[in-house]
Structure formats: structure tokens, C-alpha cells
């Protein structure tokens, strides 16, 4: 991607690009918590470049110079039906594997503990995301 940006930019070309913060969704921080609670650990897929010294670190062999990394978050409230949140967030986060290879009364109590911090959040407005907004010169 970064040798396209060149391709079609002038030299010394200002670049604005956005990256998920690491744990910066709300949805994600709370299925960590009870996985966690039940001693399993799940990745974050954000990680790896959801922080400013994890951007600084990617770009620096690509010739990619940081000036400036702010973090904003964004309000997404929470669906009404945790269930639903549940679903997709197993689904579509990395985690399947990790969950689904579970016992059944494991990943159950992990829902539990789950859909319990989902509805005490919903109704504070703790649903959000939280984005990296990364601004560099080539």
C-alpha cells in the first residue's frame, strides 16, 4: 500500500490513515474480561498496530516518518441484544477458533459473564470505539 501512496504522490507527500486502537472496542474489552474471568485468554486483533508505538515501529522500515498519532473515541452504543453483539463479535474478531473449541458449559458461563457487563454497560453509554488517526510524510 505504502509503495502505491508513492507511486501516486509527490515527494515528501503528507499521508492521513486511521488504525483500530488496541482494545478499543468496547464490545471486544468486554469479552476479553470474561474470557479472562474463566482463564482464557483471547487475542486482541488490534494489537499489532493499535498503538502509537506499534504504528511508529510498522512504519519505520517502510520509510513511513510518524509526525503525529491522536486517538479519538468514537460513541456506538450497544446492541440491545447481547446475544446478538456476542455473535458477531465470535465470530468475526479472531476469536472462533479459540471460542468454539471451548466445552459448551465454558463458553456458556463466559456468555453469561459476558451478557451481564454488556446490559450494566449498555444503559451508561460505555459503548464506543476507539481509532488511531496517524498522520506521516513519505
Excluded: K
Excluded at 501516486?8 to 499521508?15: I, Y
Excluded at 470474561?34 to 519505520?60: M, Y
Aim: hydrophobic share 40%; aromatic share 8%.
Amino acid at each position: 500500500m505504502i509503495q502505491e501512496w508513492r507511486r501516486v504522490s509527490r515527494p515528501s507527500a503528507t499521508v492521513i490513515f486511521t488504525a483500530p486502537a488496541a482494545g478499543g472496542l468496547t464490545v471486544n474489552r468486554l469479552l476479553h474480561a470474561a474470557a479472562s474471568s474463566h482463564g482464557v485468554s483471547l487475542p486482541d486483533p488490534h494489537a499489532a498496530l493499535g498503538s502509537e508505538a506499534a504504528i511508529r515501529t510498522f512504519a519505520r522500515p517502510l520509510g513511513l516518518s510518524i509526525d503525529r498519532v491522536n486517538q479519538l473515541r468514537f460513541p456506538e452504543p450497544l446492541d440491545s441484544q447481547p446475544q446478538a453483539a456476542f455473535n458477531a463479535v465470535i465470530n468475526y474478531y479472531g476469536y472462533t477458533g479459540v471460542l468454539h473449541g471451548l466445552p459448551d458449559p465454558t463458553r456458556e458461563r463466559i456468555f453469561e459473564d459476558y451478557q451481564r457487563a454488556h446490559l450494566n454497560a449498555a444503559p451508561n453509554g460505555e459503548g464506543a470505539q476507539d481509532w488511531l488517526f496517524i498522520r506521516g510524510h513519505l
